[in-house]
């Protein structure tokens, strides 16, 4: 049930905590009923807090002129850990996927809605993911936000760092060439 | 000593021309033979023709006013599978990497120069790999073709065709954000 815990690893783990180490599983279980009931959403822009605030939405040294959406708070938490982002975000907690019914409706965008009416940003970075619905939800965004006077931006796709045109496959290789950037001087 | 063989591979690549395809020994030493012959370089692009000029850069189609760097044959080839670009090319047979004695004056830059002061090149597209070699060759060229009067573009470096923002290393995410694009309206 849990991600990259097979019924294997989890008939060890089970076996572990009953046998070895009962009071871990007091603890283990007393730690997710506890996650359970303080961790919501932060009330600006949906990703996990045990506050009404995210430690991000709350804090002075964010660009509030700047907002990424991502899909969701791993996807925040990966951004975070590139340290080179120094805007907010607004979690989207899904992406559209019309074969699961998930519509623009599903995504809940009002409170997108209502961040950007704010007036404070000036740049939505559409930060989904270039999978299929990542992108027809960035698509979809970029639509639904133009006649704003914000900047959209959508991260760029292309070459990894590091990569060679050799072991890249050809879809990417055709969008590094179409989205070539122009070199200053 | 290809790529690819080891010792155990190329064994039983010896064993099966000797003992059960000798005809096939002499057609592969013939073949590679005649190619060591009659295969050289364009006299345009470098890139491996059995003429003068390869093909492209001897037939009427393409965009002669863009031109794509590349370090090797191998990804002039990677290029043209993608079906996407429709310029010519110039082949720099190896990139900088002063580590192993390679510096611009081994790269071999004159027929670039030539190439870039004939007029009709209106953008060169540095198109070599991300690698430290390659991208210190980009930047190298860059520099060197400025005041030229001509566009200078570098493909661009992001997240993979159908790529997740949680499997892609940091670097590669934070360039994506670096490079993000605008989205028209």
New interface residues.
Partial sequence: MLPGVGPRSAQRMAYHLLQRDPAGADRLAAAIGHARNTIGHCRLCNTFTEHELCSLCAGPQRDRSLL?V??TP??LL??E?????RGLYFVLLGKLSPLDGVGPRQLGLEPLAQRVAGGEVREV???T????E?EATAQYL?AWL??RDI????????????????F????????????????G?
Same sequence: chains 1, 2.
Avoid: K, M, N
């Avoid at 993911?129 to 299929?132: K, L, T």
């Avoid at 890249?168 to 070199?183: F, H």
């Fill in positions: 990424a991502v899909e791993a996807d990966r951004i850990q590139t340290h080179t982002y970075v559409l930060a993911g270039f999978s299929v990542g970029a133009t006649g900047r959209v931006t959508r991260i760029a796709r292309g070459l990894p760092v590091g990569g060679e045109l050799e890249v496959d050809s879809g990417t290789l055709a969008q590094a060439l179409l989205d070539r950037r122009e070199l001087p």
